[in-house]
Structure formats: C-alpha cells, structure tokens
C-alpha cells in the first residue's frame, strides 16, 4: 500500500511475505522491459524499524532501532540504502513485502 506524501515522496507500506523462494542477499536489483525489483537483507530490524519511501527519483530504504541486548553485548544498528528508480518504473504500483527471513523486497511495474 503507497501513502502519497508532498510532493513526489510516496511511502510504502511493508506486507508480510510468506517468504517462499526467497534467498538471502544483502541487495540485489532487477529490471527489465516490464517490472523493477530490489530485494534487501534487513534481518537486523523488524517492520517497525524500516522506513521505504521514495524521494526526488531514488527509493529511499532506512531502518534504524535503539540499543537492544544481543549475544555480545548491547548494539544499536542504522542504515540508509538508496537506489535510483529507472523512469520508466511507475510509482503507484510500488509495493513491498518483508519475509520471515528477514529480506525486503520492493518492486514495481514499468509504465
């Protein structure tokens, strides 16, 4: 689901994937004549912590979240990964879902 902010800025809602046939990747992207496609390993963040949106022609992914115990110690984690958008790729067909696995995927159809 696409959320219409200022301007060209779209959000993209994260949906839960069943995950099947899902590798793990830190970022790949695909595009041909008819869809566009990114997938990203966030496996360190849940839905929550992930923004997608796009911006000024580039998808823009940022998950961050606070400090949290893990087996070595206390760690906070953040990051921001953007890809530019071929022109062709139409924005209110964008979607996103997120696998049990932990990897992102958004993609979208060419106009």
């Not at 301007?7 to 809602?13: A, D, F, M, Q, T």
């Not at 990747?25 to 796009?54: G, N, P, Y």
């Not at 940022?62 to 022109?87: C, N, V, W």
Request: hydrophobic share 30%.
């Amino acid at each position: 689901m696409l959320t219409e902010r200022k301007g060209r800025n779209l959000e993209v809602e994260i949906s839960p994937s069943s995950g099947v046939g899902q590798q793990r990747q830190i970022s790949q992207a695909q595009c041909d004549s008819k869809t566009w496609k990114i997938s990203l390993d966030v496996s360190h963040f849940c839905a929550e912590e992930i923004v997608v949106k796009t911006n000024e022609g580039y998808l823009e992914i940022t998950g961050k979240h606070e400090e949290r115990q893990d087996e070595h110690g206390i760690i906070s984690r953040s990051f921001t990964r953007k890809y530019k958008l071929p022109a062709e790729v139409d924005l209110h067909q964008m979607s996103s879902t997120l696998s049990p696995e932990g990897i992102l995927s958004v993609d979208s159809f060419s106009v």
